[in-house]
C-alpha cells in the first residue's frame, strides 16, 4: 500500500516550484520528484490557494475538493517518492468534480511523462522596481 503524507512546511511548497509545472483550468500542479524522505512516506501532497480567489469559505472549499481529489488519484497514478502541489485558479471551485478528476489524471500523466509546461518568463530588467 502506499504511504501518502501532507505537506506542512513552507520550505517544502517553494521547493516544488523548481519542479515540473502543468497547468490546467481549474489548478497549476506542481511536481518536485526525489523530496520525500523514504522514511516518512512514499509521496506527499500539498494544497494551496491564493486569498485573491474568493473568501474564506470560497478558499476551504477548494482545498476539501482538491484533497479529496488527491487522495483518489495518488496511490494509482502519483509519482513515487514525489511532492505534489495542487495550487487552485479562480475558475477551479465552480468547475465540474468529474472534468477536475479528469483534469488531474492529465497533469498526473503529463508530469510521470516529464511533459511540464514551459517555464514561466519572469521580468527581467536592469533597474530595480518601484
Do not use: C, W, Y
Amino acid at each position: 500500500m502506499t504511504r501518502i503524507a501532507t505537506i506542512r512546511k513552507r520550505a517544502d511548497f517553494v521547493a516544488a516550484n523548481r519542479g515540473i509545472r502543468v497547468a490546467r483550468p481549474g489548478f497549476v500542479l506542481l511536481v518536485n520528484r526525489d523530496a520525500v524522505p523514504a522514511v516518512e512516506a512514499d509521496l506527499r501532497f500539498g494544497v494551496t490557494v491564493t486569498k485573491k480567489i474568493g473568501n474564506a469559505v470560497v478558499r476551504n472549499r477548494m482545498k476539501r475538493r482538491f484533497r479529496a481529489l488527491l487522495r483518489e488519484a495518488l496511490p494509482d497514478a502519483g509519482i513515487q517518492g514525489a511532492d505534489h502541489v495542487l495550487i487552485g485558479r479562480e475558475g477551479g471551485v465552480e468547475r465540474d468534480f468529474a472534468a477536475l478528476r479528469h483534469e488531474l489524471a492529465v497533469a498526473l500523466s503529463r508530469a510521470a511523462d516529464g511533459k511540464g509546461d514551459p517555464p514561466r518568463k519572469r521580468p527581467h530588467s536592469g533597474k530595480p522596481r518601484k
